[in-house]
Each structure stands twice: as structure tokens, then as C-alpha cells.
């Protein structure tokens, strides 16, 4: 079953904030320091553009799913190692998310408590919703996303007035290589147009109004930016020390060492966002294994996401510093080749492959304006 534009354009908008506000603002500012937010801003900016680039590939696609225009355009062989990239960045992505649920979970609202008790029904839930498919996750998602909207302008709002906003003067105090330094080591929090390519053919694109993905994505980059003014407002140089952006503006601007009410239901809000974003990409990760091995059973590929999210919520209880991992010299230049240069090779396969339609379409249309001429 297809999913319509508004849908794809609220999937589109949690995937672009989904990773940018708990951990990522203190990685940054190790690197970038007060221009910290000019990083998250151009890497937001280029992660929307190829949202466009692959949505105009999609549309050219029709009914096909991407492995057969991948197939179509650049072979089989081509076709593996693409998808073969793709399943590890989604891995990624999964391990990144539920490493860092489950000690945000740990951190915020059970000091002590048994990992399974959480982990395990997180993972029926998100196995269960990758299973029922995109649809499922694109109604789920339009359930919560003006919950989360709501509430994390009402969370930076709050802690407004006590943040330094002048906080990233002066600019490129220190250059331009800080920043292109942390915006590569970092990449791997970005590239959140990759789930589109598991979407080729699941889109009807003659529903749902298209100005809905313009209003999300520029939602999307605007409230990300507030927030990260208002968390480098507030903690400055000590921002490397606060894991939680979330979390932790509201602890500052509550004055307390507990999150106050609302916040604590909002903050649960976002835990419920967080489970739907390893549903969406579980689901990618399933489907490209799926052709990648020519499976047609979906138990056999939904059973191994589910294991692998456990398995990372297990290592993720166990070590405190798992982030190292994901922003090592092999994962900032997969991200980078996945983000980046995959969706321009499919681009650059569709022109090539189609090149001889358009010079025949062309030279019908001279022959029929020569004709009419005469």
C-alpha cells in the first residue's frame, strides 16, 4: 500500500530531526565550537536538497521499486554494491538510535532499571511496525508529529530567557577548517534523505499537496537551529559535557535536577519519536536485504533487525562511549559515499540510460515543427 505526499513530507521532517538533538549538539561543539550550529545548518540544507533529488528520481521511477531501476540503469553487479552500502548505513543509523534510547532512557527517567524491561518491547514494537510496512509508519508518525512540534518549540521557548543567544559571536573565529573538519566527522548524524531510496514505488504523488514538503523541511531546519542556539546559549564552552540537548534545556531553565511535568511528557514524546525512526529505518534495512539476497519471506529479514537492535541496546547498556564508534574515519566516508554520491550515481545512470529516448523525443519534435512549416 502507497503512502501520499503529506505523509512522505512528515517522514521526511522526523528523519530530519530525529538524530540532530540529543547527542549530536555536544559532539559538535568538540570540534566546531560556537559555529557549531552553521555546520548542523549547511549539512541540514544539503540533506534537503538531495531530499529533492531523490523525490525527482522517484517520480521518474513510477511503479518500479529501486531495485529494479537501479538494476535497470546500472546492472546487477552496481546494484548489489549500492544496496550493500545502503543496508550498512541503515545499520548504522539503527545502532546509533538504539544505543542512544536506551541511556537517554537510563539517564532521564530510570536511574535503575533492567535494560529487557525496555529493550524487548521496544523491539516487538518496532519489529511489528517494520513488518506492517511504510504505511503503518507513515500513520504513526502523522499521529505524533505536531506533538513533537509543539513541544520542542515550547522547551526552547522556555529556556529562552535564560540563554546567551549571542553565544556563536564572533564567527569563524578559528576558520573554516573546524568546520570542515567536525561537518566530516559528523556526517554520519546526517544524510536523512537515504530512507527515501527504499521508498521507490511505494509514493502516490497525486495526493497530498506539494507545498507540504517545502513547510516541513524548513520547519524541520528552523526548529533544529532554535535549539541549538538556545542549548550553546545556556552551556557555551561546557556543552561538550551535556549528552542530552533535549533534556537537558529543560533541566537548565527549570532550575530543578528532575524534568518538570510537561517536559517529562514531551521528552516520553520523543522516546515514542525515537521507536518510529528504527521502525522506518528497520524497514529499509529489511527491504534491502531482501534484494540484495532475493528473499521473499519477510520473518526471516524482520527477526534479524529485530536481534540487531537488541544487540546494540545490549552493547549500548554495557558501554558508555559507544559513540566513538560512529564517527570513526570508515563510517564518515561510508556516510559520506551513501549520502552523497550514491544518489548521484542513480541520477547520473537515469540520464545515461535515457539519453537515446530524449535525442528520438527531440528529433520527432524538429521533424513535426518542419513539417508544420511546410
Known amino acids: ?47 534537503v536538497l538531495y531530499v529533492y533529488l531523490i523525490i ?24 548489489k554494491i549500492i544496496l550493500v552500502l545502503l543496508t550498512l548505513k541503515f545499520a548504522i543509523i539503527i545502532a546509533n538510535i538504539s544505543k542512544g534510547l536506551e541511556f537517554f532512557v537510563v539517564e532521564n527517567l530510570y536511574k535503575e532499571f533492567n535494560w529487557f524491561v525496555f529493550v524487548i518491547p521496544l523491539m516487538i514494537i ?106 550553546y546559549g545556556l552551556f557555551q564552552i561546557t556543552s561538550p559535557t551535556h549528552n542530552f540537548c533535549i533534556s537537558d534545556i529543560s533541566q537548565f531553565s527549570s532550575g530543578q535536577t528532575s524534568i518538570d511535568e510537561l517536559s517529562w ?42 536481534l540487531y537492535i537488541l544487540l546494540w541496546s545490549y552493547i549500548g547498556e554495557k558501554t558508555v562511549h559507544l559513540e566513538n564508534a560512529f564517527y570513526s574515519s570508515y563510517t564518515s566516508v561510508l556516510s559520506l559515499t551513501v549520502n552523497y554520491a550514491v544518489p548521484l550515481i542513480l541520477l547520473l545512470g537515469y540520464l545515461v540510460k535515457n539519453a537515446p529516448k530524449r535525442k528520438s523525443k527531440e528529433r520527432k519534435g524538429k521533424n513535426e515543427k518542419v513539417k508544420n512549416n511546410i
Not at 505523509?7 to 538524530?19: A, D, K, N, P, T
Not at 555536544?26 to 550550529?37: A, D, F, K, V
Not at 512540534?149 to 573565529?173: N, Q, T
Open 1 to 47: 500500500m502507497k503512502i501520499n505526499y503529506r505523509q512522505l513530507s512528515i517522514l521526511v521532517f522526523m528523519s530530519l530531526i530525529s538524530l540532530k538533538l540529543l547527542a549530536l549538539p555536544s559532539l559538535l561543539y568538540l570540534e566546531s565550537g560556537n559555529m557549531s550550529w552553521f555546520v548542523a545548518l549547511v549539512l541540514m540544507i544539503i540533506d
Open 56 to 79: 525527482g528520481l522517484m517520480k521518474k521511477c513510477g511503479e518500479r521499486t529501486i531495485y529494479d531501476f537501479m538494476k535497470e540503469s546500472l546492472g546487477v553487479v552496481l546494484t
Open 126 to 231: 518496532v519489529g511489528f511496525m517494520a513488518y506492517k510496512g511504510i504505511r503503518n509508519i507513515a500513520r504513526v508518525s502523522e499521529l505524533i508529529c505536531w506533538g513533537i512540534i509543539i513541544g520542542l518549540v515550547y522547551i526552547g521557548f522556555k529556556a529562552l530567557g535564560r540563554a546567551e543567544l549571542l553565544s556563536f559571536l564572533p564567527m569563524f573565529h578559528d576558520g573554516v577548517r573546524p568546520i570542515i573538519t567536525s561537518a566530516y566527522t559528523y556526517n554520519v548524524w546526517f544524510g536523512s534523505a537515504t530512507f527515501l531510496l527504499m521508498l521507490f514505488g511505494k509514493v502516490d504523488f497525486n495526493q497530498g499537496k506539494k507545498w507540504k514538503m517545502l513547510m516541513y523541511t524548513i520547519l524541520a531546519i528552523v526548529i533544529v537551529q532554535f535549539l541549538y542556539f538556545v542549548f
Open 265 to 306: 511528557l514531551i521528552v516520553s514524546l520523543w522516546i515514542m519519536a525515537q521507536a518510529v525512526q528504527l521502525a522506518l529505518y528497520g524497514y529499509c534495512m529489511e527491504q534491502s536485504i531482501k534484494y540484495i539476497f532475493n528473499i521473499k519471506n519477510s520473518y526471516f529479514t524482520i527477526s534479524f533487525v529485530m
